[in-house]
C-alpha cells in the first residue's frame, strides 16, 4: 500500500504525509456490520449516525480513503493495549478541507473497527461497562464539537487526540475526568508509570467532582493495570496557566483546580501562539483561523464570559497563553483514598 502517494493524491500537507507514511500497514480494515449500533453505544447522536453511514468507505469507489483507515486502523492494531510511551502521542492529523465526506468520517471509521476489540480489552482488565460507554463516548463527543465549531459533519477538519488513545486502551474516562496510561522515562527505559489527567468539555469543574474522580482512579488503575504502578497524576493544560488568575475570581473553578498541582518550569514552545490557539479551540470551542491572531480575528470572539473577555484582552495586551504542566501536590486530601495517600507521601 503506498500511503504516502495516496496522501498526497488526497492533498494532505507534507508533515500529514510523513505521520501517514510512518504507519503500520497490515491487513485491511474490516467494517463492522453492526455499525450504527455500534455508533449508538458511543453515543453518536442520530444525525451523525446517518451522516456517517452514507460516507461509509468502500474499497473499491473509496481507495484513497480506504487506504487512509487502514493505515491508521493499522497504528490502533499495533499500540492497542499499550500505554504511551515516555517519547509521547502525535495526534491523527486534520484531512484537507476541500475533503468528500468519506474522508472527513475516515478516522471514524478506523476507530469504530476497533471497539470489539477494545471492549474485549476492558473485560479482561476488569473494567465495567459504565467507564467502557463513558470512555468510548468521546467518539459521539468530538463529532459534536466538531459540527458545532466547523458546521460540518464527520471529525476530519480537528486534530484527534483523546478518540485513538481512548480506543486503543490507553485512555479512560472516569468520573469528571479521563486519564491516559503513560510510561515516564528518565534517560534509560521505562522509570514508572504517571496517569496524566484531562478534562473534557462535558461540564462544570466542580472541584468534589474531580476529587472523586482522581480518587477513583488511583484505586481502579491498581486493580486494572497491577503490573503500572502509579508514580504520579501529572496535568498538561491552559487550564494550569497561572496568568489565569489575573482575570478570574480565587475561588473559581478554574483557580482551585490550579492550585492543587505543582507547576513545572515553563518550557517556551516553538510558536508562541501555541498556548493562544489552543484555548481559543478547547476553552473557547472556536474555529482557530489559519493565520495571525490579530484584532480582526479577535474581534470574531464573544465577550459574553468571564474567560472570554480575558483572552482577548489579554492578547491585545501583547501577552500570550501557555499550556502549562504541573503534578499532583503532596499533602492534598482527595477523598479518603488510602492507596492515593501512599502515592503522596
Request: hydrophobic content about 40%; some cysteine; aromatic content about 8%.
Amino acid at each position: 500500500m503506498d500511503v504516502d502517494g495516496v496522501a498526497q493524491r488526497l492533498g494532505f500537507g507534507a508533515a500529514d504525509r510523513a505521520w501517514l507514511r510512518g504507519l503500520p500497514v497490515g491487513e485491511e480494515v474490516q467494517l463492522p456490520d453492526e455499525a450504527e449500533s455500534l455508533m449508538e453505544y458511543c453515543g453518536v447522536a442520530e444525525a451523525d449516525r446517518r451522516e456517517m453511514l452514507a460516507a461509509r468507505p468502500d474499497p473499491a469507489r473509496d481507495p484513497d480513503w480506504w487506504a487512509v483507515v487502514s493505515a491508521m486502523a493499522g497504528q490502533l492494531d499495533q499500540e492497542m493495549g499499550q500505554p504511551v510511551p515516555s517519547t509521547g502521542f502525535k495526534a491523527w492529523p486534520t484531512v484537507p478541507a476541500s475533503a468528500s465526506p468519506v474522508g472527513l468520517f475516515a478516522a471514524a471509521w478506523a476507530l469504530l473497527a476497533h471497539l470489539p476489540r477494545l471492549l474485549e480489552l476492558h473485560a479482561l482488565r476488569g473494567v465495567p461497562e459504565t467507564v467502557s460507554i463513558a470512555t468510548v463516548s468521546a467518539l459521539g463527543g468530538v463529532m459534536a464539537t466538531h459540527r458545532q465549531i466547523t458546521g460540518r459533519a464527520g471529525v476530519g477538519l480537528m486534530y484527534l487526540w483523546g478518540p485513538p488513545l481512548r480506543f486503543r486502551g490507553a485512555d479512560y474516562e472516569i468520573g469528571r475526568h479521563d486519564f491516559t496510561r503513560v510510561q515516564l522515562g528518565l534517560g534509560d527505559g521505562v522509570s514508572g508509570h504517571v496517569l496524566m489527567m484531562h478534562i473534557p468539555p462535558i461540564g462544570p469543574l466542580d472541584s468534589h467532582a474531580s476529587e472523586r474522580s482522581v480518587a477513583t482512579a488511583a484505586e481502579s488503575f491498581a486493580r486494572w493495570y497491577p503490573e503500572e504502578p502509579l508514580t504520579a497524576f501529572v496535568c498538561t493544560s491552559w487550564l494550569l496557566d497561572p496568568q489565569l488568575a489575573e482575570y478570574l475570581r480565587p475561588d473559581s473553578n478554574i483557580i482551585r483546580f490550579q492550585q492543587r498541582f505543582n507547576l513545572l518550569p515553563l518550557v517556551p514552545p516553538d510558536d508562541p501562539t501555541e498556548g493562544d490557539r489552543e484555548l481559543m479551540r478547547l476553552g473557547l470551542h472556536l474555529p482557530v483561523p489559519d493565520g495571525p491572531l490579530n484584532d480582526e480575528a479577535l474581534a470574531q470572539v464573544p465577550q459574553t464570559t468571564t474567560l472570554q473577555r480575558a483572552y482577548v484582552t489579554h492578547l491585545r495586551s501583547g501577552r500570550h497563553w501557555h499550556n502549562r504542566t504541573g503534578i499532583l501536590r503532596s499533602g492534598l486530601q482527595w477523598g479518603s483514598n488510602p492507596l492515593l495517600s501512599e502515592l503522596q507521601a
